[in-house]
């Protein structure tokens, strides 16, 4: 069955570190970015709700999204961010552990999240210089990253051995979820490669930035098919100002078959994607 697109906004976070607080969670109003923790409610929010919207996927028989990739057009998206915050969110699943993979080789960032070093990771077992299981690193009692590991020259060539699909049978088995952080679709050739062995793949698009006509072009490189559906990522919806504030009961606007929406109008193919692309009926 054909994944329906929805479009998830994800409200820009709350840049006041003063604010910070060390011992947050995304389930106590905060978010993880490169550098720091970040208390916003109203994105926390967004993830639990893309968290639910999954899980409710994955209740119909006929689903099975449970390893996921992130990709988007074109750099500085937001993938890592929805990556990490993904993964945090999955990770509450009783039903099972989650696991985070860097798959950008080429500009990994998912160990920052963490505060780790760029340790032994991916390349490392492509490599066969460690067991894939050995690169595993636990990051709370629920949630594993394997990062990307030590810098290789040809990471499109380390994406396209058979390593990866073998790693995921193998891992498969033992997480509920496994979130693959992804380098941008239309400038590696690893989205591509990666689609096709990943159950769907979530396509992230920065509001106000990513243009129209590359988002066309992700879809199509990718494959509407595989693509389970579009976060919107940095979207300020500007008639609830209050958002950020913790407001409760706040209803996500939805849109279904929001990329067909967004790209028959030819005409507007090279404006920004803008933030009224997620104005749907309320779900
Ligand atoms: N919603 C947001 N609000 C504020 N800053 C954000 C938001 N989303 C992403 N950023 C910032 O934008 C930058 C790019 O984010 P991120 O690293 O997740 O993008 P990316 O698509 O993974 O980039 P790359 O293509 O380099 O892998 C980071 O500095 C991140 O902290
Ligand atoms: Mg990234």
């Known amino acids: 069955m054909k994944p329906q ?6 409200s820009e976070p709350d ?4 604010r910070l607080k060390k011992e947050n969670t ?14 916003s409610p109203a994105a926390a929010e967004r993830f639990r709700i893309l968290r639910a919207k999954i899980e409710r996927l994955n209740l119909r028989r006929e689903n099975n999204y ?13 993938k890592s961010v929805t990556s990490v915050n993904l993964a945090r969110a999955l990770s509450i699943d009783p039903a099972g552990k989650t696991l985070l993979i860097d798959c950008d080789l080429r500009r990994p960032t998912v160990h920052k999240f ?42 499109p060539q380390a994406i396209e051995r058979p390593d990866i699909p073998r790693f995921l049978h ?23 490669r990666l689609s096709s062995i990943v159950d769907a793949t979530l396509l992230v698009v920065r509001a106000w930035r990513t243009e129209k006509r590359l988002v066309k ?6 494959g509407e098919s595989k693509i389970l559906g579009v976060v919107m990522n940095d979207a ?36 920004p994607i803008q933030q009224s692309a997620a104005n749907g009926g309320a779900d």
């Open 114 to 155: 963490f505060g780790l070093e760029q340790e032994q990771g991916l390349s490392d077992a492509i490599a066969g210089e460690a067991g894939i299981f050995d690169v595993i690193k636990p990051v709370t009692p629920r949630l594993d990253i394997i990062t990307a590991g030590t810098p290789i020259s040809d990471p």
């Open 217 to 222: 072009d992700a879809v199509e490189v990718i």
């Open 170 to 192: 193998l891992l498969r088995s033992k997480y509920r979820y496994i979130v693959v952080d992804c380098p941008p679709a239309l400038l590696c050739s690893e989205p591509i």
């Open 15 to 18: 840049t006041d570190r003063n």
């Open 236 to 271: 300020v919806d500007a008639s609830k100002p209050y958002l950020d504030y913790g407001y409760y009961g706040y209803r996500p606007r939805r849109v279904d078959g929001a990329l067909d929406f967004e790209f028959n109008n030819d005409n507007q193919d090279s404006a």
């Open 26 to 39: 995304l389930y106590q109003g905060s978010i993880l970015l490169a550098d720091g923790e970040v208390e």
């Open 66 to 78: 449970h390893v996921l990739a992130v990709t988007s057009a074109v750099a500085q998206e937001g």
């Open 5 to 10: 697109a929805k479009v998830i906004k994800l």
